[in-house]
């Protein structure tokens, strides 16, 4: 059920990442998602405790999703972001064939609707032709600081057969 509730929320939040459209936004690579277990320090020296701007400076670049109380996610501007509530970061990366992967331009190249891209994805023709990775990780906030940092990913060729 886990994985079908992670299957559910990268499938929305990709439709997410489409809704940018026209904006270049950095991708994080396959490195940006380890996270050291000993430290629980992410490979960009972000951990547990650390604050706002210590968060900013090591992803401030990047497309943000926002949980505010754990209501739905959505992209906000880093000025917006309220880190003194409780909140939930989200910074996601879908990797196709192990390259970080602009929504938005995998839709124009392959002549496929912004509305078709998760049927695709999923798609068992697709899947026999692509390997296809989400990855991100999650940032919990309480009164300003980081209290809890998850790294987390799901192979859609080992667990496509939950959306079926």
Same mark, same amino acid.
């Given at each position: 059920?886990? +994985?079908?509730?992670?299957?559910?929320?990268?499938?929305?939040?990709?439709? /997410?990442?489409?809704?940018?459209? &026209?904006?270049?936004?950095?991708?994080? /690579?396959?490195?940006? !998602?380890?996270?050291?277990?000993?430290?629980?320090?992410?490979?960009?020296?972000?951990?547990?405790?650390?604050?706002?701007?210590?968060?900013?400076?090591? !992803? /401030? #670049?990047? +497309? %943000?999703?926002?949980?505010?109380? &754990?209501?739905? !996610?959505?992209?906000?501007?880093? #000025?917006?972001?309220?880190?003194?509530?409780?909140?939930?970061?989200?910074?996601?990366?879908?990797? %196709?064939?192990?390259?970080?992967?602009?929504? #938005?331009?995998?839709?124009?190249?392959?002549?496929?609707?912004?509305?078709?891209?998760?049927?695709?994805? =999923?798609?068992?023709?697709?899947?026999?032709?692509?390997?296809? %990775? !989400?990855?991100?990780?999650?940032?919990?906030?309480? =009164?300003?600081?980081?209290?809890?940092?998850?790294?987390?990913?799901?192979?859609? =060729?080992? #667990?496509?057969?939950?959306?079926?």
């Amino acid at each position: 059920m886990k +994985k079908l509730i992670s299957l559910l929320t990268s499938l929305g939040l990709a439709l /997410g990442l489409l809704t940018a459209c &026209g904006e270049s936004t950095p991708l994080l /690579g396959a490195a940006d !998602y380890e996270l050291d277990p000993a430290t629980n320090m992410t490979s960009r020296d972000v951990s547990i405790g650390d604050n706002a701007e210590t968060f900013l400076a090591a !992803y /401030g #670049d990047f +497309k %943000i999703f926002t949980s505010v109380e &754990g209501e739905e !996610y959505q992209a906000l501007a880093v #000025d917006k972001i309220p880190f003194d509530s409780a909140v939930t970061l989200l910074l996601p990366t879908f990797f %196709i064939d192990g390259t970080p992967t602009d929504l #938005d331009l995998f839709c124009r190249e392959n002549e496929i609707q912004k509305e078709d891209l998760t049927t695709t994805l =999923n798609s068992d023709a697709f899947l026999q032709a692509h390997s296809v %990775i !989400y990855s991100y990780l999650l940032f919990t906030w309480e =009164n300003g600081v980081i209290t809890d940092i998850r790294s987390e990913y799901m192979d859609y =060729n080992e #667990d496509a057969a939950y959306n079926n």
